[in-house]
């Protein structure tokens, strides 16, 4: 078990690593009543795991439908609601058990309910183990915009133990490993070459190995959120990737792609986009490209359109008086944050891309 | 004009109040766009003055209907969607131009748009210009539960323009009136003098007193935030008469009742339920009851179910364990919170001033 340190404005939050995590739980004390907010299938295979390690055996817990849909201003809403009958108040404590979409509308209700109670993320998947359960963002989607309505507000607690991540189905387990692919870039040559070794050969059962990975890559998710928690500029580089990754998302209905997906696309947009930009050298390109598809498969690219995801990119959340921010590596290690990318580059970037006639 | 001050966590903001207050809006500098929020009615008799003098000629609002069923996660999601489709970034600035309603909701809606953008308030009421507006207290109704989702937000600036108070209707106007009386009895003799000594002839077009009232009347509430934003404590004794207040609205299906009225009720009911708790001397109860009729005329309570609004005392958002948490007033200028009050006590206040037993 790995204990990293978030630190917050509002005093800083333990994020526990490894096997037996969800037993800090029952050291959570001093709360009315506790609920656990997750989504049916999870809570089937590991709701009595969890509950038995966390302390809170025979919990009922809130349920929302699995997928992105959930993470609505109307599911806000009913979840609020459950609360209110079930006797929450100010003093009741919201554990997050679950993925992204469980997260991120965990802690918005948390954030809001009666303006704001404790909350604890317990993430279940990659993706959420490092990344989104730390750095306190919480959001719901509106319309097709993702995370437009949401708040900054630190967790308590972070509890992840990557025995859950043998049951996630290998497409959404490379999802998250994108995103860790995208901490390699951040962090530089020690975590990127550790990668590049590990990753080829991963898979969702490999306990151990998962657990130092995860340690790792949260690592450098808390170093950032550390020292920047309300995204003034430094936590901006965690969107690298993004910006593209958003837009496709969106342009294909959140349906094609898994978000991890669309962001291994964004990165090696936005990695291509560097080279044209003359920031990035040739060779790390061709790293960060082969190091994204040496994670597997990635669902097809082609007859996504091209106006509508160019269109979308200056709806970015980091976008001001219609100017993208774009987030490109300088080298593996280093990010620039800039404005200062042509039209003509960001087309080209996204074209070479989508007919795999960069580093395919 | 009269500038308060408000300490904040975020830095503090000022509250301007008096004629020309608007004017300041044009000192607001760095944003990318600024949008208003408020209703059809209040637009068509106000907007063009707000406009001019705010230095935003032409600006087409964001429309909500008046009315509290405004106040939801429905509008706030229609608005967050307007606000997108308009060109909003993070760098944009929301006015909640209107009551308490627009206040809540704009609030709301810009410390969650994207994570949060800055918002100025600028209060059309008298409950927003005392009130509602300084604090940085934001909200939505779910179901009929008033205000059970919200953040804590403080606003970058407060404009107050008492000119506005002239088109309210007379009904509307009292109903402001009985939050000034509940800060009255927060503040001490200074305002509660004053106040017995002009309620009783105060008209909605008495421009200079009605000045001197916002002002006096909003310092109690910016003394009272500036120390406790969070309200970790001293903040819940603004919620005097609230308790009741809003047991009897929801009791009611907030269609009886203007919130003020409620509060209204609820303050007879509470300093009743202090007399018989043994805490306050009878001239006190006395006085405040005298000042709370001065107001004008009440719809009546009766009718209003006793088991209904006293099983709804428990879901007030101060209440932890199922235990309600009373503000009770010890004398004027000083209150008392305790759950250390009787059931029996509790019926006895609530029927004695239902059935005007006491000092009706």
Not at 113 to 118: A, H, L
Request: net charge positive.
């Amino acid at each position: 078990m790995r204990k990293l340190r978030v630190k917050s404005s509002s005093g800083g939050y333990d994020v526990l690593v490894g096997r037996g995590a969800w037993r800090a739980l029952r050291r959570t004390k001093g709360y009315s009543s506790t609920f656990v907010l997750t989504e049916p299938g999870l809570w089937n295979r590991w709701g009595k795991k969890f509950s038995r390690e966390a302390g809170v055996p025979g919990m009922k817990p809130l349920l929302v439908p699995a997928g992105e849909a959930s993470k609505s201003l109307m599911w806000a809403g009913k979840i609020a609601s459950q609360l209110l009958d079930r006797g929450a108040d100010r003093r009741s404590l919201l554990i997050a058990f679950g993925g992204g979409v469980v997260g991120d509308l965990g802690g918005f209700v948390a954030s809001t309910f009666m303006r704001g109670i404790d909350y604890v993320q317990a993430p279940t998947t990659i993706l959420a183990q490092v990344d989104s359960s730390m750095g306190g963002k919480t959001a719901v989607n509106i319309r097709a915009m993702k995370n437009l309505v949401g708040t900054i507000c630190a967790p308590k607690l972070v509890v992840s133990d990557p025995c859950v991540l043998a049951s996630m189905t290998p497409r959404a387990f490379r999802s998250g490993l994108y995103e860790v692919v995208k901490h390699g870039i951040l962090s530089g040559p020690g975590l990127f070459n550790w990668l590049e070794r590990i990753v080829p050969g991963l898979r969702a059962k490999d306990a151990p190995l998962l657990e130092t990975l995860v340690v790792r890559a949260a690592q450098v998710k808390v170093d950032v959120v550390s020292r920047d928690e309300r995204e003034a500029e430094l936590r901006q580089v965690l969107n690298l990737g993004h910006t593209f990754g958003h837009a496709i998302e969106e342009a294909t209905g959140y349906r094609r792609f898994l978000h991890g997906e669309a962001v291994a696309w964004g990165l090696l947009m936005v990695t291509r986009l560097a080279e044209l930009a003359g920031v990035l050298e040739l060779a790390a390109g061709k790293r960060i490209a082969r190091l994204v598809r040496a994670v597997g498969p990635l669902p097809g690219i082609t007859g996504v359109r091209e106006e509508r995801v160019l269109g979308l990119l200056t709806r970015d959340k980091k976008a001001v008086g219609g100017k993208v921010l774009w987030i490109l590596p300088e080298r593996i290690g280093k990010v620039r944050l800039t404005s200062d990318v042509s039209r003509d580059a960001v087309v080209r970037a996204f074209r070479e891309v989508q007919r795999g006639e960069w580093n395919a």
